[in-house]
């Protein structure tokens, strides 16, 4: 069951890999792993990423690392696999290895969402929290909003 309530992160991620790499076709295991990820083939993506980590592609022209976002694809696909515990592992993996902010906090927020979605608000709201420091305002509304969700839900109980 695929549990992202952000759709943009399966489609243009190969969009992504062209701008950063600035070549005209994207590295061809990212293709298959796509497919893979599109056939609902989580776990199949999940090994094709982990041989890209073993001989990553070569650096943007910048000589900046994309590393980081093999580890937000593999999180990604274990989150789809209903394994937040491992996805959480990997999107720690890519903020260390420089992710951007706006990358970790979307994923932050996925994670939570997955929480929140099993009814677990205590999980999401922890979730959050632990990673507050990322982006305080962001997390905060985040925080918030889960909040007033749970409420909602507390009022339809009654």
């Known amino acids: 069951m695929n549990h992202s309530p952000f759709p943009i992160f399966h489609f243009p991620f190969i969009l992504l ?3 950063l790499t600035s070549c005209s076709v994207p590295h061809p295991e990212t293709v298959v792993a796509k497919q893979y990820e599109d056939a609902g083939e989580y776990q ?12 990553p592609p070569q650096k943007t022209p910048n000589n900046t690392d994309i590393t980081y976002l093999y580890y937000l694809r593999i ?11 491992f996805a959480e592992e990997y999107y720690i ?16 927020r996925l994670l939570s969402r997955y929480y ?8 999401a709201i922890e979730i959050l929290n632990r990673y507050r420091d990322v982006s305080p305002e962001d997390i905060d ?18």
């Open 17 to 19: 890999l062209l701008f």
């Open 44 to 55: 199949k993506a999940i090994d094709v990423y982990q041989r890209l980590l073993k001989n």
């Open 75 to 85: 999180g990604d696909n274990y989150l789809d696999l209903d394994k937040p515990n």
């Open 93 to 108: 993996k890519a903020k260390d290895l420089g992710a951007s902010t706006e990358f970790i906090v979307d994923r932050i």
């Open 116 to 123: 929140s979605m099993q009814g677990d608000y205590d999980r």
């Open 141 to 158: 509304y985040s925080i918030d909003k889960l909040h007033k969700e749970q409420v909602e839900q507390l009022k339809g109980r009654l």
